[in-house]
Protein backbone atom coordinates (compact mmCIF):
# COMPACT_ATOMS: atom_id res chain seq x y z
CA UNK A 1 0.00 0.00 0.00
CA UNK A 2 3.05 2.70 0.40
CA UNK A 3 4.55 1.72 -2.86
CA UNK A 4 1.27 2.49 -4.29
CA UNK A 5 0.70 5.93 -2.47
CA UNK A 6 4.34 6.74 -3.25
CA UNK A 7 3.45 6.17 -6.63
CA UNK A 8 0.31 7.99 -7.12
CA UNK A 9 2.28 11.19 -5.45
CA UNK A 10 4.32 10.87 -8.09
CA UNK A 11 2.29 10.65 -10.62
CA UNK A 12 0.26 13.68 -9.14
CA UNK A 13 3.36 15.58 -9.17
CA UNK A 14 3.51 14.68 -12.92
CA UNK A 15 0.44 15.87 -14.06
CA UNK A 16 1.26 19.31 -12.16
CA UNK A 17 3.97 19.93 -14.27
CA UNK A 18 2.41 18.64 -17.32
CA UNK A 19 -0.61 21.01 -16.58
CA UNK A 20 2.40 23.90 -15.64
CA UNK A 21 3.59 23.79 -18.94
CA UNK A 22 0.06 23.14 -20.84
CA UNK A 23 -0.63 26.87 -19.35
CA UNK A 24 2.49 28.17 -20.74
CA UNK A 25 2.17 26.71 -24.06
CA UNK A 26 -1.67 28.35 -23.91
CA UNK A 27 0.17 31.79 -22.87
CA UNK A 28 2.86 31.38 -25.89
CA UNK A 29 0.29 30.62 -28.17
CA UNK A 30 -2.13 33.64 -27.33
CA UNK A 31 1.04 35.66 -27.57
CA UNK A 32 1.97 34.82 -30.74
CA UNK A 33 -1.22 34.98 -31.98
CA UNK A 34 -1.74 38.16 -30.82
CA UNK A 35 1.76 39.75 -32.25
CA UNK A 36 0.62 37.87 -35.72
CA UNK A 37 -2.59 39.89 -35.22
CA UNK A 38 -1.23 43.21 -34.65
CA UNK A 39 1.17 42.61 -37.70
CA UNK A 40 -1.58 41.72 -39.96
CA UNK A 41 -3.70 44.53 -39.51
CA UNK A 42 -1.15 47.41 -41.25
CA UNK A 43 -3.58 47.90 -45.08
CA UNK A 44 0.07 48.46 -46.82
CA UNK A 45 3.17 46.44 -45.82
CA UNK A 46 6.51 47.24 -46.00
CA UNK A 47 9.10 44.64 -46.89
CA UNK A 48 10.48 44.71 -43.60
CA UNK A 49 6.39 44.74 -41.45
CA UNK A 50 6.26 41.53 -44.05
CA UNK A 51 9.33 39.67 -43.19
CA UNK A 52 8.01 40.30 -39.33
CA UNK A 53 4.53 39.24 -40.33
CA UNK A 54 5.78 35.94 -41.77
CA UNK A 55 8.41 35.62 -38.69
CA UNK A 56 5.52 35.70 -36.03
CA UNK A 57 3.16 33.10 -37.95
CA UNK A 58 5.92 30.86 -37.95
CA UNK A 59 6.18 31.27 -34.49
CA UNK A 60 2.61 30.79 -33.97
CA UNK A 61 2.64 27.79 -35.98
CA UNK A 62 5.81 26.76 -33.73
CA UNK A 63 4.10 27.71 -30.77
CA UNK A 64 0.68 25.15 -31.66
CA UNK A 65 2.57 22.62 -31.85
CA UNK A 66 4.43 22.91 -28.31
CA UNK A 67 0.68 23.61 -27.23
CA UNK A 68 0.04 20.26 -28.69
CA UNK A 69 2.65 18.46 -27.48
CA UNK A 70 1.42 19.92 -23.70
CA UNK A 71 -1.71 18.59 -24.40
CA UNK A 72 -0.98 15.32 -24.87
CA UNK A 73 1.72 14.94 -22.13
CA UNK A 74 -0.73 16.22 -20.07
CA UNK A 75 -3.83 13.69 -21.19
CA UNK A 76 -0.53 11.06 -21.01
CA UNK A 77 0.00 12.21 -16.67
CA UNK A 78 -3.64 12.51 -16.16
CA UNK A 79 -4.29 8.79 -17.24
CA UNK A 80 -1.08 7.67 -15.38
CA UNK A 81 -2.18 9.53 -12.05
CA UNK A 82 -5.83 7.94 -12.42
CA UNK A 83 -4.49 4.93 -12.79
CA UNK A 84 -2.15 5.27 -9.56
CA UNK A 85 -4.94 6.31 -7.94
CA UNK A 86 -7.26 3.11 -8.60
CA UNK A 87 -4.45 1.35 -7.15
CA UNK A 88 -4.08 3.12 -4.25
CA UNK A 89 -7.65 2.54 -3.57
CA UNK A 90 -7.04 -1.38 -4.48
CA UNK A 91 -4.20 -1.40 -1.89
CA UNK A 92 -6.13 0.12 0.74
CA UNK A 93 -9.19 -2.12 -0.06
CA UNK A 94 -6.79 -5.16 -0.11
CA UNK A 95 -5.72 -3.57 3.59
CA UNK A 96 -9.27 -3.02 4.62
CA UNK A 97 -10.12 -6.51 4.24
CA UNK A 98 -6.86 -8.05 5.82
CA UNK A 99 -7.72 -5.72 9.03
CA UNK A 100 -11.17 -7.28 8.57
CA UNK A 101 -9.78 -10.41 8.73
CA UNK A 102 -7.40 -9.77 11.29
CA UNK A 103 -10.11 -8.16 13.84
CA UNK A 104 -12.88 -11.39 13.31
CA UNK A 105 -9.79 -14.13 14.38
CA UNK A 106 -9.92 -12.15 17.99
CA UNK A 107 -13.76 -13.07 18.00
CA UNK A 108 -14.70 -16.26 19.70
CA UNK A 109 -15.74 -19.43 17.75
CA UNK A 110 -19.75 -19.50 18.31
CA UNK A 111 -20.14 -23.04 16.37
CA UNK A 112 -17.57 -25.05 18.30
CA UNK A 113 -17.58 -25.62 22.07
CA UNK A 114 -14.66 -25.76 23.88
CA UNK A 115 -14.17 -27.41 27.12
CA UNK A 116 -11.49 -26.20 29.59
CA UNK A 117 -8.80 -28.60 29.07
CA UNK A 118 -8.70 -27.81 25.69
CA UNK A 119 -7.93 -24.47 26.78
CA UNK A 120 -5.40 -25.26 29.59
CA UNK A 121 -3.49 -27.61 27.12
CA UNK A 122 -3.23 -24.68 24.22
CA UNK A 123 -1.38 -22.09 26.61
Known amino acids: ANTAVENAASRQAELSVAEEELKRADIGLDDAEAAVA ?67 SFTKTQAKTVRVDQVKAAV
Do not use: C, H, I
Open 38 to 104: ALSSAESESPQAAAERRAAEATAKNRERDRQRAEQAQAKAQQKAETSRESVLQALQTVQEAGYVFAD
